[in-house]
């Protein structure tokens, strides 16, 4: 069955791809373990999942993380995520620890869609949906430092890491994706374990 792409506006496009596999394990359940939280919590809404500070007092960074994950292989990945905006406007996605020279994040805002900075060792990328969400993606290269950490930051007003931890930070996120590919393909759910997609041929 054919795959119909209307993203662009008037005339679908054949969408075809290559083979890919989402690394991520748990793709869509934020609130599982899988997940590390910094100063955050996870709330389920329908079909939606809540990012918000954990209204601890103080002030802090507030984060979904993935740590300590291994790439197993050296090459070129795209960590994608969907985010949509309920309060705060900047979103900072963090390569950690593979092969980073500390310059491995890059800030979006999803307010105005576009990217305010782009990492030193990332490509990033931003692109709006008509339902409200934003997909953004980075895509960086690991050759020798093949442990890291993926991370998503809620910025303050001002682009700035520190929060005031008093609930009020929140994005909804939804689907995240990690590839051995140059740039994010489209989405591939997984539950417990990755997933691959075949790729697409094209025959008359």
Do not use: M
């Not at 795959?3 to 969408?15: E, H, I, T, V």
């Not at 070129?76 to 949509?84: A, E, L, P, Q």
């Amino acid at each position: 069955v054919p795959r119909l792409d209307y993203s662009d506006g008037g005339c679908p496009k054949l969408l075809t791809e290559v083979q890919s596999e989402n690394l991520i394990e748990y793709s869509e359940d934020f609130s599982d373990s899988y997940w590390d939280k910094t100063n955050s919590i996870i709330t389920q809404q329908g079909d939606e999942y809540l990012l918000s500070d954990d209204n601890s007092g103080g002030s802090g960074i507030v984060a979904l993380d993935k740590f300590s994950f291994d790439l197993g292989s050296s090459g070129t990945y795209t960590y994608s995520i969907f985010v949509k905006r309920v309060a705060n406007k900047f979103i900072q996605l963090i390569s950690a620890g593979f092969d980073s020279d500390g310059s491995g994040y890059s800030v979006f805002d999803i307010e105005n869609g576009h990217i305010t900075q782009e990492g030193t060792n990332h490509i990033a990328r931003i692109k709006q949906y008509p339902n409200g969400y934003y997909r953004l993606s980075i895509t960086f290269t690991s050759t020798i430092d093949l442990v890291g950490g993926l991370r998503l930051y809620i910025l303050n007003e001002n682009g700035e890491t520190t929060n005031t931890l008093d609930g009020t930070n929140q994005v909804i996120i939804a689907n995240a994706q990690l590839e051995a590919q140059p740039q994010a393909t489209s989405y591939i759910p997984t539950n417990v374990s990755t997933q691959q997609r075949g790729a697409d041929s094209v025959t008359n």
